[in-house]
């Protein structure tokens, strides 16, 4: 079994960080690890400096990417229903708020029109 990085690659500052690493090989770091048992993984990854939930991510987005076409259909399908929902709800959202606002500018141009109505009664009672 070959460790990922070269040492020469990794110069005299030890082990490189994850967002270093070529695609090439996270992808080799995924295969390599995926038949380790725990001991030998832990080894595996103080020898690479990675932790296990970047290894976790990388071996996500590895099968995320080989998904079967079929999945990802689905997937795409669930997503154009939620963002159609998601539209309506939003559209449904600004007629409400366009109607809040409308009611708004109504009560001041009719508070600007009829001014204060208890003015006029306190008046009339003094007399």
């Known amino acids: ?50 932790h296990e939930e970047i290894l976790d991510d990388w071996r996500a987005s590895v099968f995320a990417a080989l998904q079967p076409a079929s999945a990802t259909a689905a997937q795409a399908k669930a997503d154009k229903k939620r963002i159609e929902k998601l539209e309506k709800e939003l559209t449904r959202n600004k007629k409400a708020l366009a109607a809040a606002n409308a009611v708004v500018v109504l009560q001041k141009k009719v508070h600007a029109l009829w001014g204060d109505a208890d003015d006029d009664t306190s008046s009339e009672t003094d007399e």
Request: aromatic share 4%; proline share 6%.
């Open 1 to 50: 079994m070959s460790a990922v990085p070269k040492d020469d690659d990794e110069g005299a500052g030890g082990p490189r960080r994850p967002e270093d690493w070529t695609v090439k090989e996270r992808l080799r770091a995924v295969v390599e690890a995926e038949d380790l048992s725990d001991a030998e993984l832990g080894e595996f990854l103080r020898r690479q400096g990675l």
